[in-house]
Every structure is written in structure tokens, then in C-alpha cells.
């Protein structure tokens, strides 16, 4: 069993920074390919970016040159650091990791607001 605690979030004026983290537990975190989605107010949540446990990533259009994942597979977490931030970034955010199964953080939130 893997649970999944995000933490990082809060208020920030728009073209600040954020670093949000996901603390994973469970043995199986450095195979699990973990991501970041997002959801907004009346919105579908959305993909934000994912890193493979190979260390490639991709991520959704609207964030590419400002959002970054990374991870550390020894002390099992996920980390998404946010530069540049928009109020068009302003949701929950949660952290997903998948091996046979998925797993979803309780979310944590950003908002981004003068």
C-alpha cells in the first residue's frame, strides 16, 4: 500500500515561486512513474507533468518552461517546483503515482493572486 501526502502549497503573487512535495510511502516508490495534476475551481483536474522512474518527464503545454518535477528516489518523494506562477495556475494540486494501481494524494492548494 503507497500513500501520498502533498505539502508546499499557499498564496503567492503572480510571478512568484512555489515548491510543492509529495512524500510517498511504501518500498515501491522509485518504480512508480509520479505525476502532478491539477484541478480547478468547476474544472476537470488536469495533467501537469510526470517523471518516469527513468528521470524523463513531460508536461502539459501551458506549464513547459516554468514548472519543474523532479524526485528522490531516497527519501521517496516528488517535487514540483513552480516559477513564473499565474492567477491561471490556481487550483488543488495533487500528486499521482501508478504500479498496478493508482494513487492519489489528498491535494494541496495553490493559489496565485495579487
Known amino acids: 500500500q503507497v500513500q501520498l501526502v502533498e505539502s508546499g502549497g499557499g498564496l503567492v503573487q503572480p510571478g512568484g515561486s512555489l515548491r510543492l512535495s509529495c512524500a510517498a510511502s511504501?518500498?515501491?516508490?522509485?518504480?512508480?512513474?509520479m505525476a502532478w495534476y491539477r484541478q480547478a475551481p468547476g474544472k476537470q483536474r488536469d495533467f501537469v507533468a510526470r517523471?518516469?522512474?527513468?528521470?524523463?518527464?513531460n508536461y502539459a503545454d501551458s506549464v513547459k518552461g516554468r514548472f519543474t518535477i523532479s524526485r528522490d528516489n531516497g527519501k521517496n518523494a516528488a517535487y514540483l517546483q513552480m516559477n513564473s506562477l499565474k492567477p491561471e495556475d490556481t487550483a488543488v494540486y495533487y500528486c499521482?503515482?501508478?504500479?498496478?494501481?493508482?494513487?492519489w494524494g489528498q491535494g494541496t492548494q495553490v493559489t496565485v493572486s495579487s
Open positions: 499521482h503515482g501508478a504500479l498496478g494501481r493508482e494513487y
Open positions: 511504501g518500498s515501491i516508490f522509485s518504480r512508480m512513474p
Open positions: 517523471i518516469r522512474p527513468s528521470g524523463s518527464t
